[in-house]
Every structure is written in structure tokens, then in C-alpha cells.
């Protein structure tokens, strides 16, 4: 036996680690140095929803910033936008699933996703129950009719913890009690009240 096995594994007097519990912990060392973890499970998990943004696409930052991040493809939809309002939408593809990005003076203002396989840090996604929402964030959600929309349901809020000029930034859950959570919208608190797009 090595002197470096020897070390690890101690003399029979000392260990005190059944050998089947060493090679188990062995085995898994070299699993996660050699990289079992597939890679769209890594991705899933770095494109996951906050109340900044999805993932390294973030509300606020330029379009020039999100054409450089890796990996995500921006496609604009419907016409340029005129200068009374600088509104257009662009559909977004990463790790296999799409979303779509409200731009507003070319800047991110609101991140729309309609998609099953996007979810939030504590594991919300589209397609799960206005319940479980709830019971994920608890206090922290406020719930309102659908701005207008009365028959899409509700629109379940959950704030901050980061606010830029007074305005929280936000993640809203837009849900129904027989669809469970339709899309989930995150912006600024005053960009995910609102039911429209581009007006």
C-alpha cells in the first residue's frame, strides 16, 4: 500500500470508517472531478429566475451586455421600436428553453417566462399550483387579482431585497387556480403590475 493510502486509511487499529463507506466517498470524489454532473443540469442551474433577473441576464443592463453573454441567443420580434415609448420585445434562447425580454430604451425592463424548465432559487417554475407558491414564500408574497385581466386569475408578488431609486425589483408569479402559474414575470415593481407589453 502507498504511503498516501496508508495515511487516508490509517492503520487497522485506527480506522474507525467501515472500507465500503471509504471507496463510496472515493468514487464520488472522482465522479465530481470528473465532471458527472451533466452539463444541462449545471445550466438549469446557473439560468435560474431571481428577483434581479434570469440568471447572468439581469433587469437594467444594456442589450450590448446580453448579446455578450454566453451562450444565450436574442431574437427581436414585431418592429423596431418607434421613439414615443422605445418598447420592443426580444425572444431569448438558453439551455434549450426560451423566454422573452421587454426592452425599453434599450435597456432589459422585464423578463417574461413562459417555459416550464426556467425556475426561481427556491424552485418555482411554470406549471406549479398557487399553493406551493405560498408555501415557498410565505410572508414574503402578495397576491392580486390580475391587473384587469380578471379571468387569468392572480398575480402573486414577491419584493426586493434590491431596489434601485425607490422601485423594487421583483419576481411575479401570474397563476389561476386550475392552471396553476401560467408565466412568471421579473422587473421593477412597477414593470411587473403591468398587464401589457408594449403600448
Not at 492503520?11 to 452539463?39: C, E, F, K, N
Not at 428577483?51 to 451562450?71: D, E, F, N
Not at 414585431?78 to 423566454?99: D, H, I, K, S, W
Not at 423594487?168 to 403590475?193: D, N
Request: proline fraction near 5%.
Amino acid at each position: 500500500m502507498s504511503s498516501v493510502a496508508e495515511s487516508f486509511l490509517g492503520s487497522r487499529d485506527r480506522v474507525h470508517t467501515p472500507l465500503w463507506q471509504v471507496v463510496l466517498i472515493l468514487a464520488t470524489a472522482v465522479r465530481l472531478w470528473a465532471g458527472a454532473v451533466p452539463a444541462s443540469t449545471a445550466a438549469e442551474l446557473e439560468w435560474r429566475i431571481h428577483a434581479r433577473g434570469l440568471g447572468r441576464l439581469t433587469v437594467g443592463m444594456t442589450m450590448a451586455q446580453a448579446r455578450q453573454l454566453p451562450g444565450i441567443q436574442l431574437e427581436e420580434l414585431g418592429p423596431r421600436p418607434v421613439p414615443a415609448n422605445y418598447c420592443t420585445y426580444f425572444r431569448v434562447r438558453l439551455v434549450g428553453q426560451e423566454c422573452r425580454v421587454r426592452v425599453m430604451r434599450d435597456r432589459v425592463d422585464r423578463i417574461e417566462v413562459s417555459s416550464p424548465g426556467f425556475r426561481t432559487l427556491s424552485g418555482i417554475g411554470v406549471g406549479d399550483s398557487i399553493d406551493r407558491v405560498k408555501a415557498a414564500y410565505t410572508e414574503r408574497i402578495a397576491v392580486e387579482s390580475h391587473h384587469y385581466l380578471w379571468d387569468r386569475g392572480y398575480v402573486l408578488m414577491v419584493l426586493g431585497p434590491y431596489t434601485i431609486s425607490g422601485d423594487a425589483y421583483g419576481v411575479a408569479f401570474v397563476a389561476s387556480p386550475s392552471k396553476g402559474v401560467t408565466e412568471i414575470w421579473v422587473g421593477r415593481y412597477t414593470g411587473i403590475r403591468e398587464s401589457e407589453g408594449c403600448t
